[in-house]
């Protein structure tokens, strides 16, 4: 395993395991193979409703706390009643009685332990600079080692470091060949914030693996001159673009695979072949639309002036709906 080291000294292992959407029945099984093929990072959320089982199984299997690098997240949605409260569905609910303390507090409780190595923003709402300020006094107290944000972009960052102590330890966002990322992984690397990458392989929401990752011509060639397999070549592009992964399979011969990583490298041209694929969009995780954490001068970002940045699920909006999906 390689590890990366954190902007306060944190070691973490470069390369997690992903749990979200592994389906019930497979769990505890893919998490017990996972660990003993050599995965000592877990990443999960409160939202992913899995933190619970993840502690049940490593406490059955014997597993030590202190032998895992846990990640958690906390979104928005647990601070309100009925989940969601994005878009139009924000109509329907009202606001829960759940501190931003308490919902910290629950994923220690589901996670049942007294530490969690990196806490996460699930991502940027109007309520992030208070769920950071929490997540920042749990981190004085000693009881989270890192902390961190997920699916920030630029301004989301500028104005966090402009208002709050601890700058991120992690930003986990959407990197995959399609969506690659390179200037901006850079610009979060400068300024010592670790970048993970989430969302490598799937499409939104589905279980179902992109093809057009796995099948490029040019990834397949690559691969085959390796002797290793288009995932690996991924993987291997992001490991050495010093990006923390974390890819999420439940089957056995692919939990293997992607462990499997550590032991051959790819030339800079091999790299550029990755990173042709990239169309520069985002293709899952896009979230040009949550501005509403941000004051005017951040929401005058260059970034937010270009309608393509959007995607075509909030472009094909009628103008009118636009405004209620900016949050
Ligand atoms: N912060 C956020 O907002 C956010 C959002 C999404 C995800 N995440 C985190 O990132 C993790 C990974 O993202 P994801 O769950 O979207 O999944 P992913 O890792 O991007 O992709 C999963 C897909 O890749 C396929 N795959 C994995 N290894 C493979 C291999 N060796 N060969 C062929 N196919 C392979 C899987 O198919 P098979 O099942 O056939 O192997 C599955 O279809 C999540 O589990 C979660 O922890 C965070």
């Known amino acids: 395993?390689?590890?990366?080291?954190?902007?306060?000294?944190?070691?973490?292992?470069?390369?997690?395991?992903?749990?979200?959407?592994?389906?019930?029945?497979?769990?505890e099984d893919a998490l017990i193979k996972a660990y003993d093929m050599g995965y000592r990072q877990f990443d999960t959320a409160w939202k992913y409703n899995n933190e619970a089982r993840i502690a049940e199984?490593?406490?059955?299997?014997?597993?030590?706390?202190?032998?895992?690098f846990i990640t958690t997240k906390l979104?928005?949605?647990?601070?309100?009643?009925?989940?969601?409260?994005?878009?139009?569905?924000?109509?329907?609910?009202?606001?829960?009685?759940?501190?931003?303390e308490q919902a910290v507090q629950q994923s220690f409780d589901n996670l049942n332990t007294d530490y969690i190595d990196l806490f996460l923003i699930h991502a940027p709402c109007k309520e992030s600079i208070e769920i950071y300020k929490v997540l920042e006094k749990f981190y004085k107290q000693g009881r989270i080692r890192a902390i961190g944000v997920s699916n920030f972009l630029q301004p989301h960052i500028e104005?966090?470091?402009e208002v709050c102590k601890v700058v991120p330890a992690v930003n986990q966002i959407e990197i995959s060949p399609l969506n690659a990322q390179i200037q901006y992984t850079e610009w979060l690397q400068k300024?010592?914030?670790?970048?993970?990458?989430?969302s490598t392989f799937s499409r939104f929401h589905s279980v179902?693996?992109?093809?057009?990752?796995?099948?490029?011509?040019?990834?397949?060639?690559?691969?085959?001159?390796?002797?290793?397999?288009s995932v690996q070549v991924v993987l291997r592009w992001l490991l050495q673009r010093g990006i923390i992964c974390i890819p999420k399979t439940w089957y056995e011969p692919h939990i293997k695979e992607n462990i499997s990583i550590f032991d051959f490298e790819l030339s800079a041209?091999?790299?550029?072949?990755?990173?042709?694929?990239?169309?520069?969009?985002?293709?899952?995780?896009?979230?040009?639309?949550?501005?509403?954490?941000?004051?005017?001068?951040?929401?005058?970002?260059?970034?937010?002036?270009n309608p393509d940045n959007y995607g075509d699920e909030f472009n094909a909006l009628p103008w009118w709906k636009k405004p209620f999906y900016i949050y």
């Open 1 to 27: 395993m390689e590890y990366v080291k954190l902007n306060n000294g944190i070691e973490m292992p470069q390369l997690g395991f992903g749990t979200y959407l592994i389906p019930d029945e497979n769990f």
């Open 57 to 68: 199984i490593f406490k059955k299997h014997g597993i030590k706390r202190d032998s895992v």
């Open 75 to 100: 979104s928005e949605d647990s601070l309100y009643r009925g989940g969601y409260r994005t878009g139009i569905r924000s109509v329907l609910n009202r606001r829960n009685n759940v501190s931003i």
């Open 159 to 161: 104005y966090l470091c």
């Open 191 to 198: 300024r010592g914030i670790a970048v993970e990458a989430m």
């Open 208 to 229: 179902e693996p992109r093809l057009e990752i796995i099948e490029n011509p040019g990834i397949v060639e690559v691969a085959k001159a390796h002797n290793k397999s």
């Open 269 to 305: 041209e091999e790299m550029n072949t990755v990173a042709s694929l990239d169309k520069g969009k985002f293709l899952n995780y896009n979230n040009f639309n949550r501005q509403r954490m941000l004051p005017k001068k951040y929401r005058n970002w260059e970034g937010f002036k």
